[in-house]
Nanobody, 123 residues
Framework: QVQPVESGGGLVQAGGSLRLSCAVSGRTFSSYHMGWFRQAPGKEREFVAAVRWSGGSLIYADSVKGRFTISRDNAKNTVYLQMNNLKPEDTAVYYC????????????????WGQGTQVTVSS
């Protein structure tokens, strides 16, 4: 069992950047694939990005490809989401989650979730 904790959210103007961090408790962090999801008010939680346990396979939602970068540091039990060229439509609560299942685009395959961190992008 692992417990992700997100940080780094805040208010930024359109075109700006933020880096989210997700610190994960537990001794088996390197055994889990990690993902970032986001949820805006009144909308379903949606996939943003994921990285497999080895760090060698990255996957992104089309809406963030080319702007966001996911990475992980297994030695620090931390996963990151670098967000560049932010847009107002990126405004949401961002969640970090840990998974062992194969399909990393689906929320149901992530049993462990953080509390979320708010990202607000003003126009």
């Amino acid at each position: 069992q692992v417990q992700p904790v997100e940080s780094g959210g805040g208010l930024v103007q359109a075109g700006g950047s933020l880096r989210l961090s997700c610190a994960v408790s537990g001794r088996t962090f390197s055994s889990y694939h990690m993902g970032w999801f986001r949820q805006a008010p009144g909308k379903e939680r949606e996939f943003v990005a994921a990285v497999r346990w080895s760090g060698g396979s990255l996957i992104y939602a089309d809406s963030v490809k080319g702007r966001f970068t996911i990475s992980r540091d297994n030695a620090k039990n931390t996963v990151y989401l670098q967000m560049n060229n932010l847009k107002p439509e990126d405004t949401a609560v961002y969640y970090c989650a840990a998974a062992t299942a194969y399909n990393l685009r689906q929320t149901i395959n992530y049993p462990f979730w953080g509390q979320g961190t708010q990202v607000t992008v003003s126009s």
